[in-house]
């Protein structure tokens, strides 16, 4: 059974920086991109990082050059270093694959930023 669980959030001032990580069980990255994805108030979850099997690793505008995802394979876990935070960013964060029919979500993580 496939479980993700997101960890690392809080309350950072604006220009701050924090870093999530996931932790999943099973065999999930040994065949899946991973992916950090955000949902804030009334809006759709969004993809802010992806990054493959192979390691290549992708972002959209929005956070290109302040978020950074890697993975460490060995401990089925996978990151995102997110500096230079803006209010913005404040939102649930979660894990799950890259691209496909996304596993059962986790309970993800608050990163609120103030102001």
């Known amino acids: 059974q496939v479980q993700l669980v997101e960890s690392g959030g809080g309350l950072v001032q604006a220009g701050g920086s924090l870093r999530l990580s996931c932790a999943a069980s099973?065999?999930?990255?040994?065949?899946?991109?991973m992916g950090w994805y955000r949902q804030a108030p009334g809006k759709q979850r969004e993809l802010v990082a992806g990054?493959?099997?192979?390691?290549?690793?992708n972002y959209p505008d929005s956070v290109k050059g302040r978020f950074t995802i890697s993975r460490d394979n060995a401990e089925n876990t996978v990151y995102l270093q997110m500096n230079s935070l803006k209010p913005e960013d404040t939102a649930v964060y979660y894990c799950?694959?890259?691209?496909?029919?996304?596993?059962?979500w986790g309970q993800g993580t608050q990163v609120t930023v103030s102001s």
């Open positions: 990054i493959t099997l192979g390691g290549n690793t």
């Open positions: 799950n694959r890259l691209g496909g029919a996304p596993f059962p």
């Open positions: 099973g065999t999930i990255f040994r065949f899946n991109g």
